[in-house]
């Protein structure tokens, strides 16, 4: 049992790469902490150092409350799974298990029986003669799983533990190692890229971006209230819809918020609108995941956006419709490659595809290029989103829109889009959160 406690940590590499910026965190005993972001984010450089492998440049490490600073990798109970499992190969899978408790001096009977038992509560105990290139994919994980429990660790450390196997294997895993290391009530810090992995694991998830802590909580309150325009645009699949809405108030009936050729409304009488109303005469982000919009008949009435669709996906289980209604997108840069597992919907690579597609056809590089924007977000470097024309970070948008896997309707066609009011988000210009006081 292990309580994990980052303070002010900072690292910087001898060739002035600042991997990790100012974090602080707290993992408890016995929680599943998941630090999530893309490639480059400095979630591995987070993990070695509470391993012990890397030194902080400032700030302190606390395990069980102690300062570890100092504490040799060897004196902190802590294993480590890594995505190339790191097995021995001339070794039998009975012998991999086992080596940690040889090179502490565990005789081999004791060893014997405790290596059976983790095979055995793994489900690899009729392999343990075999060497691992006589394994699959699945058991050389197990094998590695094996090793690391088996010294009983206070704390494991997974960087990207399943990233090396086929998505039907990583899902199967997925659920055996929370479950594993819930069983064992071991505190667990989990490093991945992949936000499927990140939102089924975890009981708390910690989002970095370039360094940068952006959020932590659980799963549902980094989805649903997330702290950044990073994390909600990180977060979900199709990706939120983030518009450019400019704010004006009526005082007393309204505040109107200008989508460009539309516009929807917050009743005075909403709580939402007075925290809204501070942003009179300013822009602002709206953001909505394609669950809060629903396709409806024609001259519906109440919270409905005009659109146009400019192109369906279709994903087998459903359609994506994407929709012009006029209004301005903010792109978020940074958000690393596919969604979800090898899938790939909306985003910043379509948008890259799109690009490449009007170069070749115009010659040069067109509206779709791959967008750029500065760090918008956390404690470090802190720029507009919306008012810096330097940077194409600002498009039209195209409203990603749930439909049926086979809808009747076709690119070009009208489409009027409810908008459930109580599930927008809103981000000031810095693209922090704006808390409006519910939820
Ligand atoms: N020894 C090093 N010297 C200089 N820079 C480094 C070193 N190790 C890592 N970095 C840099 O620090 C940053 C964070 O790296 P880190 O490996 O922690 O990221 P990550 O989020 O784990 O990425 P990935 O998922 O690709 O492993 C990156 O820019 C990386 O290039």
């Known amino acids: 049992m292990t309580t994990v406690?980052?303070?002010?940590?900072?690292?910087?590499?001898?060739?002035?790469?600042?991997?990790?910026?100012?974090v602080s965190l707290d993992v408890n005993d016995g929680e599943f902490m998941v630090l999530l972001g893309p490639s480059g984010c400095g979630k591995s450089t987070v993990l070695r150092m509470v391993a012990g492998l890397e030194d902080p440049t400032t700030g302190a490490i606390l395990l069980d409350g102690e300062l570890a600073n100092d504490l040799p990798p060897r004196d902190r109970r802590i294993a480590m799974v890594f995505q190339d499992f790191a097995l021995y190969p001339h070794m039998t899978v009975g012998e991999n298990i086992g080596f940690p408790l040889r090179l502490s001096g565990v005789d081999q009977q004791p060893r014997g029986e405790r290596v059976a038992d983790v095979a055995s509560a793994l489900g690899i105990g009729d392999v343990l003669a075999r060497k691992p290139s006589q394994l699959s994919g699945g058991q050389?994980?197990?094998?590695?799983?094996?090793?690391?429990?088996?010294?009983?660790?206070?704390?494991?450390?997974?960087?990207e533990p399943l990233s090396n196997l086929d998505s039907g294997l990583r899902a199967e895993l997925r659920a055996e190692i929370s479950g594993l290391v819930r069983e064992l009530g071991v505190s667990t810090i989990y490093v991945t890229h992949d936000?499927?992995?990140?939102?089924?694991?975890a009981d708390r998830v910690a989002i970095m971006r370039k360094g940068v802590l952006q959020d932590v909580g659980t799963p549902t309150q980094?989805?649903?209230?997330?702290?950044?325009?990073y994390v909600a645009a990180f977060l979900g699949s199709p990706r939120m819809n983030l518009l450019e809405a400019s704010v004006y108030v009526h005082l007393d009936r309204y505040v109107a918020l200008n989508l460009g050729e539309q516009a929807l409304y917050l009743p005075w009488d909403d709580i939402r609108a007075r925290a809204v109303a501070h942003y009179h005469g300013e822009r602002i982000v709206v953001g909505m995941r394609a669950e809060a919009l629903t396709p409806v008949a024609p001259g519906t009435p109440g919270d409905v956006l005009q659109g146009r669709i400019r192109y369906l996906e279709h994903h087998g289980h459903e359609s994506l419709a994407f929709l012009d209604i006029g209004a301005t997108a903010i792109l978020v840069d940074d958000l690393g490659g596919p969604v979800t597992d090898g899938e790939e919907t909306g985003g910043t690579s379509r948008l890259r595809r799109f690009g490449h597609v009007m170069q070749r056809l115009t010659g040069r590089s067109g509206g779709g290029e791959a967008p750029r924007t500065e760090p918008t977000t956390g404690q470090g470097n802190r720029t507009s989103v919306l008012s810096d024309p330097g940077r194409h970070?600002?498009?039209?948008?195209?409203?990603?829109?749930?439909?049926?896997?086979?809808?009747?309707?076709?690119?070009?066609?009208?489409?009027?889009?409810?908008?459930?009011?109580?599930?927008?988000?809103?981000f000031d210009e810095r693209g922090d959160r704006i808390d409006v006081g519910w939820r």
């Open 140 to 159: 050389r994980q197990r094998v590695a799983m094996g090793r690391a429990i088996v010294r009983r660790p206070g704390l494991f450390l997974m960087d």
């Open 393 to 426: 970070h600002r498009r039209p948008a195209e409203l990603a829109v749930r439909l049926a896997p086979y809808p009747a309707v076709s690119a070009g066609h009208p489409l009027a889009i409810s908008v459930r009011m109580d599930a927008l988000h809103f």
């Open 195 to 201: 936000q499927a992995e990140a939102l089924t694991m």
């Open 222 to 229: 980094v989805y649903g209230r997330p702290a950044t325009l």
């Open 5 to 22: 406690a980052l303070k002010d940590v900072t690292k910087v590499f001898p060739d002035g790469t600042v991997a990790v910026d100012n």
